[in-house]
């Protein structure tokens, strides 16, 4: 267990942190935990790898050499986006760093999520900006970027948002679509007065605590009526993150579009190219027993079409060499979607294959740190990267937390658990919890009772046995109902039991809620506002201050 520094209020004090290896928690696939343990090993696909940090100031020769000469426009850009995020003057002095021909950029970015969505959101720009420290303080020049996937048309998938309220219970907050908005960008989706009505109420359901009014402040302010959810989720992570200068970037900005147009020509030009090379690769990562993330086929094209509804279409491409926008009758050919890439480059939004790669042509990007299906696309999209010319940039897996307050601890060291044991479910620990601290008399004499009966009964078979053996076989049959109906009993008395002992329950239901939340990781559905409102801004102070980039497990705070 290492410590590091926490500032509060009340004065200095340590966090406690432990790690715990991804190899131990469920539900991690082969290629993630592989590209963990030796991310060399696996350079077929990840070309340009690198296995700590420290390496990558090798690389900034290479990124700098290879970025287009568009740096002053992007930052000019990137200037009027942060001023009406409301970014602090520290993010604009980034912008001006950036400007410099030797500055790299370290690039991370999630979906649109509503409340800022689940807490890996945090973890991941707080991640970006540890590395760009370091980075800064070894020699090598370095800002932190956040790409907001505001272009992303799943707005179920950014619709939700789960912290927990005044009872210890997981409360979840869900936003319905309207019908009219289901395939255009959730980031030019109008937030209604329904919508900030739902979101003021969850936060409502929070306990009252001191950083209470600010919380609700922050969101409420983001979140209003009228606004755009893209928006809203700029606005909250410039604000939430205005210490750190973390730059914030909206690419649905038509300036943004433009200075990419010559990378999405290239991609339409060259498209067979890159269909070839991924289903290639595809079986290469199967051959190696690894999955894809992103299913390819024939018709794959790296890009979406923005009709004059706003919504955005997948483009597909045809047996004769034309290219087919989803919902449209009629093909279009490779000429006229390339002259459009240079008239209307804000029609075009790359997919998840070509998304990365735009990116490194707007930054000098020198990496990219993600979760574990980021990783997996990575082992895809290097492909893209390579048929366009364009340096593979290195991806790294962004730090990985649970938060265990005081009380919680308490709970995990009254029951001689261990943090990986809540894996086994709420309903699986509950038994032995009871048999060995709330009631090990009625399990001594559940024991004893099954070995009485087990015991008389085997005298009854063999005195059956000599009479029919098929008396003995018969009896056979209902002594296993009977163990069956006991076990049954046991466990609706280790349920009742577990009630009835009203502290034990609650310790045990709260302790699972906020620890395993829907039975994942509590960075998985877990919103930031829970913590904020409890610890208000320090909160995020002290996540940063528990980074430990070689640290490549899931690592554990307690607060």
Same mark, same amino acid.
């Given at each position: 267990?290492?410590?590091?520094?926490?500032?509060?209020?009340?004065?200095?004090?340590? =966090?406690?942190?432990?790690?715990?290896?991804?190899?131990?928690?469920?539900?991690?696939?082969?290629?993630?935990?592989?590209?963990?343990?030796?991310?060399?090993?696996?350079?077929?696909?990840?070309?340009?790898?690198?296995?700590?940090?420290?390496?990558?100031?090798?690389?900034?020769?290479?990124?700098?050499?290879?970025?287009?000469?568009?740096?002053?426009?992007?930052?000019?850009?990137?200037?009027?986006?942060?001023?009406?995020?409301?970014?602090?003057?520290?993010?604009?002095?980034?912008?001006?760093?950036?400007?410099?021909?030797?500055?790299?950029?370290?690039?991370?970015?999630?979906?649109?999520?509503?409340?800022?969505?689940?807490?890996?959101?945090?973890?991941?720009?707080?991640?970006?900006?540890?590395?760009?420290?370091?980075?800064?303080?070894?020699?090598?020049?370095?800002?932190?970027?956040?790409?907001?996937?505001?272009?992303?048309?799943?707005?179920?998938?950014?619709?939700?948002?789960?912290?927990?309220?005044?009872?210890?219970?997981?409360?979840?907050?869900?936003?319905?679509?309207?019908?009219?908005?289901?395939?255009?960008?959730?980031?030019?989706?109008?937030?209604?007065?329904?919508?900030?009505?739902?979101?003021?109420?969850?936060?409502?359901?929070?306990?009252?605590?001191?950083?209470?009014?600010?919380?609700?402040?922050?969101?409420?302010?983001?979140?209003?009526?009228?606004?755009?959810?893209?928006?809203?989720?700029?606005?909250?992570?410039?604000?939430?993150?205005?210490?750190?200068?973390?730059?914030?970037?909206?690419?649905?900005?038509?300036?943004?579009?433009?200075?990419?147009?010559?990378?999405?020509?290239?991609?339409?030009?060259?498209?067979?190219?890159?269909?070839?090379?991924?289903?290639?690769?595809?079986?290469?990562?199967?051959?190696?027993?690894?999955?894809?993330?992103?299913?390819?086929?024939?018709?794959?094209?790296?890009?979406?079409?923005?009709?004059?509804?706003?919504?955005?279409?997948?483009?597909?491409?045809?047996?004769?060499?034309?290219?087919?926008?989803?919902?449209?009758?009629?093909?279009?050919?490779?000429?006229?979607?390339?002259?459009?890439?240079?008239?209307?480059?804000?029609?075009?939004?790359?997919?998840?294959?070509?998304?990365?790669?735009?990116?490194?042509?707007?930054?000098?990007?020198?990496?990219?740190?993600?979760?574990?299906?980021?990783?997996?696309?990575?082992?895809?999209?290097?492909?893209?990267?390579?048929?366009?010319?364009?340096?593979?940039?290195?991806?790294?897996?962004?730090?990985?937390?649970?938060?265990?307050?005081?009380?919680?601890?308490?709970?995990?060291?009254?029951?001689?658990?261990?943090?990986?044991?809540?894996?086994?479910?709420?309903?699986?620990?509950?038994?032995?919890?009871?048999?060995?601290?709330?009631?090990?008399?009625?399990?001594?004499?559940?024991?004893?009772?099954?070995?009485?009966?087990?015991?008389?009964?085997?005298? =009854?078979?063999?005195?059956?046995?000599?009479?029919?053996?098929?008396?003995?076989?018969?009896?056979?049959?209902?002594?296993?109902?009977?163990?069956?109906?006991?076990?049954?009993?046991?466990?609706?008395?280790?349920?009742?039991?577990?009630?009835?002992?009203?502290?034990?329950?609650?310790?045990?239901?709260?302790?699972?809620?906020?620890?395993?939340?829907?039975?994942?990781?509590?960075?998985?559905?877990?919103?930031?506002?829970?913590?904020?409102?409890?610890?208000?801004?320090?909160?995020?102070?002290?996540?940063?201050?528990?980074?430990?980039?070689?640290?490549?497990?899931?690592?554990?705070?307690?607060?």
């Amino acid at each position: 267990m290492k410590e590091s520094a926490c500032r509060e209020e009340r004065g200095p004090t340590n =966090l406690a942190v432990e790690s715990l290896a991804f190899s131990e928690v469920p539900g991690q696939t082969k290629l993630f935990l592989d590209y963990l343990a030796d991310p060399n090993s696996l350079s077929k696909f990840y070309p340009n790898v690198v296995s700590s940090i420290s390496e990558l100031s090798g690389n900034a020769a290479e990124v700098l050499g290879s970025y287009p000469h568009h740096r002053g426009e992007v930052c000019d850009v990137l200037d009027d986006q942060n001023k009406q995020f409301g970014s602090s003057q520290k993010t604009y002095e980034n912008i001006e760093k950036l400007r410099q021909s030797d500055c790299v950029a370290v690039l991370t970015g999630q979906q649109a999520g509503i409340l800022g969505g689940p807490l890996y959101t945090i973890y991941k720009a707080l991640t970006a900006i540890k590395a760009a420290d370091d980075l800064t303080n070894s020699g090598t020049p370095a800002v932190p970027i956040f790409w907001a996937a505001s272009e992303d048309h799943d707005f179920a998938e950014i619709a939700e948002a789960f912290n927990i309220d005044a009872s210890g219970k997981l409360a979840q907050l869900a936003i319905k679509s309207d019908a009219k908005n289901e395939s255009k960008p959730v980031g030019s989706i109008i937030i209604t007065e329904d919508d900030a009505a739902a979101i003021a109420e969850h936060l409502a359901s929070l306990p009252k605590t001191e950083f209470t009014n600010s919380t609700n402040k922050l969101f409420n302010d983001c979140w209003k009526a009228g606004s755009t959810y893209g928006q809203a989720f700029c606005s909250f992570i410039a604000k939430i993150f205005a210490d750190y200068g973390l730059i914030v970037v909206d690419p649905m900005s038509p300036r943004f579009k433009a200075l990419s147009s010559p990378l999405i020509g290239s991609s339409i030009e060259i498209q067979r190219s890159i269909t070839d090379s991924l289903l290639e690769r595809d079986a290469e990562l199967s051959g190696g027993g690894y999955h894809s993330q992103v299913l390819i086929d024939k018709e794959h094209v790296p890009l979406f079409w923005i009709n004059e509804a706003g919504e955005r279409r997948a483009i597909k491409a045809t047996d004769d060499g034309q290219f087919r926008v989803n919902g449209e009758r009629e093909s279009v050919s490779p000429e006229w979607l390339i002259e459009k890439t240079t008239t209307e480059p804000e029609r075009f939004s790359p997919g998840v294959m070509l998304r990365p790669v735009v990116q490194d042509y707007l930054f000098p990007t020198i990496c990219y740190f993600g979760g574990g299906a980021e990783i997996a696309y990575f082992a895809q999209n290097s492909e893209v990267y390579r048929v366009l010319g364009r340096p593979s940039t290195p991806i790294f897996h962004r730090q990985s937390f649970t938060i265990i307050e005081a009380k919680h601890a308490r709970t995990i060291k009254k029951f001689e658990l261990e943090f990986k044991d809540i894996f086994a479910g709420f309903e699986s620990l509950l038994p032995a919890i009871i048999e060995r601290f709330v009631n090990p008399k009625a399990v001594e004499t559940f024991s004893e009772t099954e070995e009485t009966i087990n015991s008389e009964l085997g005298k =009854l078979a063999e005195e059956l046995n000599k009479v029919d053996p098929t008396l003995a076989a018969n009896l056979a049959t209902r002594q296993r109902k009977i163990a069956y109906h006991i076990a049954a009993l046991q466990k609706k008395f280790h349920r009742v039991q577990g009630e009835r002992d009203e502290t034990v329950d609650r310790q045990l239901r709260t302790a699972f809620t906020e620890l395993f939340p829907r039975n994942g990781l509590q960075e998985r559905s877990t919103g930031v506002a829970t913590f904020l409102n409890r610890h208000g801004s320090y909160f995020i102070d002290w996540v940063y201050e528990a980074i430990d980039l070689d640290d490549k497990g899931h690592r554990i705070i307690y607060l």
